[in-house]
């Protein structure tokens, strides 16, 4: 008898549907190859993290019901993005906490974690032969723990080093500040510019002194962010979400 | 001023940002060296946490166990539920030693109580002996950090208001000497002081005694020159054994500087033989934020500082951008408490990223207490027109498919298709040192619906 | 005067009163674990080290060498004052009644401590180790005395140690003391002593 498969919920966050398609077209066919079920479910929209963040939470109920209603059914919900899986697993105590809106915050998993921890893959047999600079969004690594924090005392670990060690030709170079916020902070970037571009761009030199080509992450707005220092100031990085970098093959 | 307008002032000169963004993150490298250094240290933090947590819900029973002890060891005891009351206490207090020079060692307290001004319109003399706060004192500034008060001031900056203030000769910013003319231009206040008014770290309740922490020995030298010493507590200072301060000191350097304890940690039971002691013990508006369920933690706040050496904002904007006493990510859940309108822009000066709750030693969540004062703020206070209306039609859009594929659509065609001049105008603060994301052909649903399709 | 007390007696029972009404339901205090903290490391050693790292000077000495020890380590003082009998150096003799404002011009201060900690270097110093409290603030190099097996591993234990004394004045000295106000860069002799030397006998 053939083992059922996991079913899995893909959600791609609004700005990945809108401005980096190509970022959800790397998860999905990533998830895939690694043999799940992978459905899209129509008519998805956003996680609200955009409206919590900014104080505007009340206003955002409508939004997470719509969440909960388009993934109630899957085993998983699997999603590129660190800081919108946080915001449904630890925001959506808003609503409710019918069995539904339960399982959804419990089953919803950031792409790397569920791949390492729920299908226990870290060799994914990628080839990508660059040097690379890893981004740890702070939503994944100090919200989700997806790695060790350099705060804190503790073993360390990384979701998204497992992966990455693991792909053939790539060099993961080491920074100097190993989990510096980046300074997206959603409307932070717009309503606090001055300190939020600064950030960024002492993020983007920390990469370039450690002569990084490609720099990636788990969370496409930080890198969004990035990218945007990046081309304004023409510098050579190139700006990749780990998705894309786990789904390349010669 | 908000926040953000002070800090893209600061931004002005990066060469500044970039030195006071280094000299943080040193100190908080240091704390990550020693604190991983200790066996337990996780462990350590969170019975910091648990026992103030504890003190906390005991608080009345502790403060009047504190005050029973003190007042059997012969110390003075008074209680303001103000500021004013505060000040009061402490001029009467003068008064009765017909005290016209005053010492002050570090204290928070007095600082938010506004101290100084109020004493010094009385005739009071009074000299702050940090010499970190004398330098802020001399250039009539506030501190802008609460462990490092002149962290902003360069070491040129010292030079000049030394040689204003103290006659020193220029010296180019050394600081061997400035340290060494301080050294003898602060002795001399101690010699000649009436009363020394210090803080307190640890008010001890199966004590009565207190615990003040200093690297200099300022305290020490005020404390035991003067006639009476008045020590300024705010009632969450309580611990309630002495054995705590076994877990309190443990945290308390190692998270403010990445020592393994202050040079000084002095312990005040009793009064030296014919002198005085007084303890003042202070709410101004604590036990307000202690009825607040979601912020109440807030009050373990051992003032280590460490948030705001983790705090990439802090470290690129500056303790004075926060325009409050205590500044940083703990002035960001602390502020509004104390007045929501002024401080209204504080819990927003954050990217949530976590560091600051991650490197407290009494495990605060204040990024977790940031979120929640934006919920608050955003329904008391009037919010600015444009981000409020964006953000009320996000939420309706974003909760109907429909409304979504529509404005989306609508989003990328003016991303793809405006004129240059239209998106990178002064309008726009995400355009001013980024470029926004290139527009490709489709959108993922586009893409997705096709493939679907073709199968 | 009268219409003081009474606001002074309204401050403590209004802050009572709203602690009382404000405060959370009773949180139980925790119980400290001592055994998460163990660690099996060489005291003396440790505490030298730390010691050295909080910028003291540290030296296990003969207890029949310490005036020797100390005449090497500060060779032309006058006005030293010795508290403790193990040290015949003092020039200068102090009783709890002399004035503090008179020690202004100490060069040297030797001192007894009853205790230190592994952990960060610390010495604990009571008011009758000092006589005079300010004693080893306002010298300007103060040297204290230490045996070896009066060391113990971290403050937990350093106040299960002094839980039995007579409280009045204490302090736990670690290092000379210090300043990075300036920079952040650090200098030694702010407001206290300018040298600190640990002999441990």
């Known amino acids: 008898m053939q083992k059922k498969k996991i079913k899995v919920g893909l959600f791609i966050p609004c700005y990945i549907n809108q401005l980096y398609p190509q970022v959800g077209i790397a998860t999905l066919e990533l998830l895939e190859k690694l043999d799940v079920d992978v459905d899209y479910p129509q008519g998805q929209t956003c996680c609200g993290q955009p409206l919590g963040n900014s104080g505007y939470e009340e206003d955002s109920k409508g939004i997470c019901k719509l969440f909960v209603k388009n993934f109630k059914e899957y085993d998983f919900i699997v999603g590129p993005s660190g800081s919108c899986i946080y915001h449904i697993k630890h925001h959506f105590d808003i609503l409710k906490q019918t069995p539904e809106v339960k399982r959804v915050r419990n089953n919803s998993y950031e792409l790397c974690e569920f791949i390492v921890k729920i299908l226990g893959k870290t060799d994914l047999g990628a080839s990508f032969p660059h040097k690379v600079g890893l981004h740890k969004s702070c939503h994944g690594l100090r919200g989700l723990k997806l790695g060790s924090c350099s705060e804190v005392q503790e073993e360390h670990y990384s979701t998204e080093e497992d992966l990455l060690n693991q792909v053939r030709g790539l060099e993961l170079m080491s920074i100097n500040r190993k989990d510096e916020c980046c300074g997206f902070g959603g409307t932070f970037a717009v309503f606090e510019e001055a300190i939020s571009s600064k950030m960024g761009k002492d993020r983007v030199q920390d990469h370039l002194n450690s002569d990084v080509e490609v720099l990636t992450g788990a969370d496409h707005s930080c890198l969004m962010h990035l990218e945007g220092i990046i081309n304004r100031n023409k510098q050579p990085i190139k700006v990749m979400h780990i998705a894309e970098i786990l789904n390349c093959s010669l | ?455 | ?201």
């Open chain 3, 1 to 201: 005067m009268i219409g003081i007390k009474n606001d002074k007696k309204m401050g403590r029972e209004a802050i009572l009163k709203s602690v009382k009404q404000n405060k959370p339901e009773l949180l139980q205090l925790p119980d400290i674990n001592e055994a998460s903290f163990e660690e099996d490391i060489n005291l003396l050693e440790t505490f030298k080290n730390n010691l050295k790292v909080v910028g003291g000077f540290v030296k296990e000495i003969d207890k029949k060498s310490i005036d020797t020890e100390i005449k090497v380590l500060h060779s032309n003082k006058t006005n030293i004052v010795s508290t403790t009998k193990k040290s015949a150096l003092g020039t200068i003799t102090i009783d709890k009644n002399t004035e503090p404002h008179t020690l202004e011009n100490i060069d040297l201060a030797i001192l007894e401590a009853e205790l230190g900690v592994s952990e960060n270097g610390a010495v604990w110093v009571t008011a009758s180790n000092s006589i005079v409290r300010v004693l080893p603030f306002i010298t300007n190099d103060l040297v204290i005395i230490l045996k070896k097996e009066n060391i113990c591993l971290h403050m937990l234990k350093a106040y299960d140690q002094i839980a039995e004394r007579h409280r009045d004045f204490g302090v736990f000295v670690s290092g000379p003391s210090k300043t990075a106000d300036i920079e952040q860069c650090l200098v030694v002799g702010a407001h206290g002593a300018m040298s600190l030397a640990v002999l441990l006998i």
């Open chain 2, 1 to 455: 001023m908000s926040h953000a307008t002070k800090a893209a002032e600061f931004n002005k000169d990066e060469a500044k940002v970039n030195w006071h963004d280094k000299a943080l993150w040193y100190v908080r490298e240091k704390r990550d060296k020693s604190a991983h250094n200790v066996q337990g240290w996780e462990y350590l933090r969170q019975l910091g946490s648990n026992i103030k947590a504890n003190v906390l819900s005991n608080l009345d029973e502790y403060l009047v166990q504190f005050e029973a002890n003190a007042k059997n060891n012969g110390v003075h005891v008074h209680w303001a539920s103000n500021a004013e009351e505060h000040n009061n206490i402490i001029n009467d207090i003068l008064s009765k030693h017909n005290a016209k020079k005053v010492v002050k060692s570090k204290s928070m307290l007095t600082e938010e109580c506004h101290l100084n001004p109020f004493l010094e319109s009385k005739g009071i003399e009074v000299v702050d002996t940090d010499l970190g706060e004398r330098i802020v004192q001399l250039a009539q500034e506030p501190p802008s950090h609460i462990v490092l008060p002149a962290i902003h001031k360069t070491k040129e900056d010292v030079d000049e208001l030394f040689q204003e203030h103290l006659g020193t000769k220029p010296s180019q910013g050394n600081p061997e000497y400035l340290v060494g003319e301080a050294r003898k231009h602060l002795r001399d206040k101690f010699l000649n002081a009436d009363v020394a008014i210090t803080g307190v770290n640890f008010a001890v309740a199966d004590t009565g005694g207190v615990v003040v922490c200093t690297n200099e020995g300022n305290a020490d030298m005020g404390v035991h020159l003067a006639k009476a010493h008045i020590a300024c507590m705010g009632i969450e200072k309580i611990i309630p054994q002495e054995k705590h301060l076994g877990v309190f000191l443990r945290l308390l350097a190692r998270s403010a500087t990445g020592q393994p304890i202050t040079t000084y940690s002095s312990h005040f039971n009793k009064p030296e033989d014919g002198k005085e002691m007084h303890i003042v013990i202070v709410d101004n508006g604590r036990t307000e934020q202690l009825s607040r369920e979601d912020f109440r933690a807030s009050l373990h706040c051992i003032r280590c500082g460490a948030c705001m050496n983790t705090c990439p904002i802090y470290r690129r904007s500056g303790g004075h951008s926060y325009d409050y006493t205590i500044p940083g990510p703990i002035g960001s859940i602390l502020s509004p408490g104390k007045d929501l309108k002024k401080h209204s822009s504080l819990p927003f000066a954050s990217t949530l990223c976590g560091s600051c709750s991650n490197v407290c030693p009494v495990k605060i969540n204040i990024h977790e207490q940031l979120y929640k004062w934006r919920q608050v703020i955003v329904k008391e206070q009037k919010q600015p027109v444009v981000k409020k209306s964006i953000l009320k039609t996000a939420g309706v859009v974003l909760s109907k498919p429909g409304l979504y594929r529509a404005a989306g659509k609508t989003a990328r065609f003016m991303l793809k298709n405006a004129p240059r001049f239209m998106i990178y105008n002064k309008l726009n603060a995400w355009g001013k040192a980024r470029d926004l994301p290139e527009v490709k052909g489709q959108n993922f649903d586009d893409w997705y619906k096709k493939r679907q399709k073709n199968g």
